[in-house]
T-cell receptor, first 111, second 112 residues
Framework: SQTIHQWPATLVQPVGSPLSLECTVE??????LYWYRQAAGRGLQLLFY??????ISSEVPQNLSASRPQDRQFILSSKKLLLSDSGFYLC??????????FGDGTRLSIL | LAKTTQPISMDSYEGQEVNITCSHN???????ITWYQQFPSQGPRFIIQ???TKVTNEVASLFIPADRKSSTLSLPRVSLSDTAVYYC?????????????FGAGTRLAVHP
């Protein structure tokens, strides 16, 4: 069966520090991959999605970037974190016409 | 882009049936309706998906009228563990990945 892993589960970073969140999917090939951010009490906002290795589409202008170095690996990065980057970050995957499946997220706090 | 409207919150009691309705007046011909459940500090979990009429699985039913401008998620005999936020999404299943819009969802509270 397919599984998705995100780490770390929680992260506390100072303003101006770099960021790297990793997401990996197991049990499937050539998935579509997504990064979402969720503010407290709000819905999910799509940040990036990828249909293949090296193919990244950005949905909103921001301080973050994404990369897909391998088929089942999706990385969310920042060179310098801002206070506004705090939130709950979720990775998801889907294949063909199937619905998206989410990881358990990373709660990022910026101090 | 098809926008969805759901009640902000609902209350129920253990053992009751809960129906959460979602409005999506601008649904497109190739759009599907998908419902997710989210617990605090967890990712959303897929519940059910449909295109028209009625879909049923082991946890819920989804009712979609002929005009598809709304849909109703039905949870039979809820328990305390069904307390969560429920999201209704409308969008195509293939292509148009950026067209899935998560609203604020419906916060369901189940009381003993």
């Amino acid at each position: 069966s397919q599984t998705i892993h995100q780490w770390p589960a929680t992260l506390v970073q100072p303003v101006g520090s770099p960021l790297s969140l990793e997401c990996t999917v197991e049990g499937t090939s050539n998935p579509n991959l997504y990064w979402y951010r969720q503010a407290a009490g709000r819905g999910l906002q799509l940040l990036f999605y990828s249909v293949g290795i090296g193919q990244i589409s950005s949905e909103v202008p921001q301080n973050l970037s994404a990369s897909r170095p391998q088929d089942r690996q999706f990385i969310l990065s920042s060179k310098k974190l801002l206070l506004s980057d705090s939130g709950f970050y979720l990775c998801a995957w889907s294949v063909q016409s199937q619905p998206q499946h989410f990881g358990d997220g990373t709660r990022l706090s910026i101090l | 882009l098809a926008k969805t409207t759901q009640p902000i919150s609902m209350d129920s009691y253990e053992g009751q049936e809960v129906n959460i309705t979602c409005s999506h007046n601008n649904i497109a011909t190739n759009d599907y309706i998908t419902w997710y459940q989210q617990f605090p500090s967890q990712g959303p979990r897929f519940i059910i998906q449909g295109y028209k009429t009625k879909v049923t699985n082991e946890v819920a039913s989804l009712f979609i009228p002929a005009d598809r401008k709304s849909s109703t998620l039905s949870l039979p005999r809820v328990s305390l563990s069904d307390t969560a936020v429920y999201y209704c999404l409308v969008g195509p299943l293939s292509g148009g990945y950026n067209k899935l819009i998560f609203g604020a969802g419906t916060r369901l509270a189940v009381h003993p």
